[in-house]
C-alpha cells in the first residue's frame, strides 16, 4: 500500500490534542466540583467527561473508517460499509445517555454535574483551535 496521502494527515496533531484536552479538562473540573461542592458532583462531571471522550472516540473512529471505505471504494455503484460503522455511530448516542440515566437515577449523582461533563468536548475543541492560533505558522501540523 504506501503511505497515506498528506491531506489525510493534516490536522492529526489537532484531533488528537482535542481528545486529551476534552478527558484532561473534565477530570481537572470533576477535581474541583468534589472539592468544592461534593464527591457525587465530581464523579458526575467526570462521568460525564468520560461519556463525551467516548462518544469523540466512537465518532472519530466511525468517520475515518467511511473515510477509507469510500476512497477504496470509490466508482463503485454502491459502496458498502460495515453495519459495524453504522452501529458505532448511532451506538454513542445510546452509551450517552445509558451512562447519563445510570449516574443520575443509580448512582444519584446532581444532573448539572453530568451535564456539566458532557461540555468538556467544547471546552477542549475551544482550547486546542486558541493553541492552533496561538501556535504561529510552522508550529502546527499544517
Not at 462518544?55 to 469510500?70: C, D, M, P, Q
Not at 454513542?92 to 468538556?120: D, E, K, N, Q
Request: contains cysteine; proline residues 3%.
Amino acid at each position: 500500500m504506501g503511505t497515506a496521502p498528506r491531506h489525510s494527515r493534516i490536522g492529526a496533531h489537532t484531533e488528537r490534542r482535542i481528545g486529551h484536552l476534552t478527558l484532561g479538562l473534565g477530570l481537572v473540573a470533576a477535581a474541583i466540583a468534589a472539592a468544592a461542592h461534593s464527591a457525587l458532583a465530581g464523579l458526575g462531571l467526570a462521568g460525564g467527561a468520560v461519556l463525551v471522550w467516548l462518544n469523540y472516540l466512537w465518532l472519530h473512529g466511525g468517520v475515518a473508517a467511511i473515510s477509507r471505505l469510500s476512497v477504496a471504494q470509490a466508482g463503485a455503484e454502491k459502496p458498502r460499509i460495515s453495519r459495524w460503522v453504522w452501529v458505532r455511530l448511532a451506538g454513542r448516542y445510546a452509551l450517552m445517555a445509558a451512562g447519563a440515566y445510570a449516574m443520575i437515577f443509580f448512582l444519584r449523582v446532581p444532573v448539572w454535574s453530568v451535564f456539566a461533563g458532557l461540555c468538556s468536548l467544547g471546552a477542549g475543541v475551544m482550547l486546542a483551535a486558541v493553541w492552533e492560533l496561538a501556535g504561529g505558522p510552522g508550529k502546527t501540523d499544517l
